[in-house]
């Protein structure tokens, strides 16, 4: 039977396309993960069981006046060079091609926090200067031996991960309800995701 184009409002006909690039956003209302797609979500938040509501209509104009928009960029920018520093500096093949993965899981997770929020980067900001690249390893990597392993490496980017969520969920229990609170929500739940997948890798060691 026809329907409307949920995009563009046309009126289709039974079995039409139209606006194929669609994305819907939708949340988890225990653990507040957000996330995006092409399909309607269908069953459980894939984290934590909870049940998923469709984000509709939510405009945050100019993303960075939100204070956790912007901690969220910058953490997710430290996390980034953190893991490619890391991976400049490994040891062994073996060492290079995990930190390789990491390095592009996060370089994943900065695209889906532009995508999600509008809170887009500029190139200058992802590439850094060999001197800037200098200074953030000295302090990135304080307290790693030279001769640490990869368990080191993934130990101190967990402890990164930890306090980034623990930063958001601190951040939103001082505030009232609203967006704001939602935001850091969110990006708590985005953080716990990360900690549980380097978790996971950390087992593997």
């Given amino acids: ?12 006909e039974e079995d039409e396309i139209c606006c194929a690039q669609v994305r819907y956003t939708w949340k988890c209302r225990k653990c507040h993960k957000l996330s995006t797609g092409f399909a ?6 894939f984290l934590c069981g ?20 912007r901690d969220a960029v910058q953490f997710e920018l430290n996390s980034f060079h ?3 520093l890391a991976r400049d500096r490994a040891q062994s093949p073996e060492q290079r091609s995990v930190l390789e993965r990491l390095y ?21 900001v992802v590439e850094l200067s060999a001197n800037e ?3 953030l390893s000295n302090w990135l990597f304080q307290g790693i031996s030279a001769d640490g392993g990869i368990k080191e490496l993934y130990q101190a980017a967990l402890e990164m991960e930890k306090r980034t969520r623990d930063h958001f969920n601190r951040l939103a229990v001082s505030l009232p309800e609203g967006l704001e609170r939602d935001l850091c929500l969110e990006l708590a739940s985005e953080e716990e995701e990360h900690v549980a997948m380097l978790e996971g890798e950390l087992e593997q060691i």
């Fill in 40 to 45: 309607v979500p269908y069953g459980k938040c």
């Fill in 1 to 12: 039977m026809p329907s409307n184009c949920p995009k563009c409002r046309r009126i289709l």
């Fill in 104 to 124: 592009e899981a996060e370089l994943d997770h900065l695209h889906e926090l532009e995508e999600k929020y509008h809170a887009h980067l500029d190139r200058e």
């Fill in 50 to 69: 909870g049940e998923l509501e469709v984000i509709e209509g939510r405009e945050l104009g100019d993303s960075m006046r939100f204070q956790a928009i």
């Fill in 82 to 84: 953190f893991y490619k």
């Fill in 133 to 135: 690249q200098m200074l």
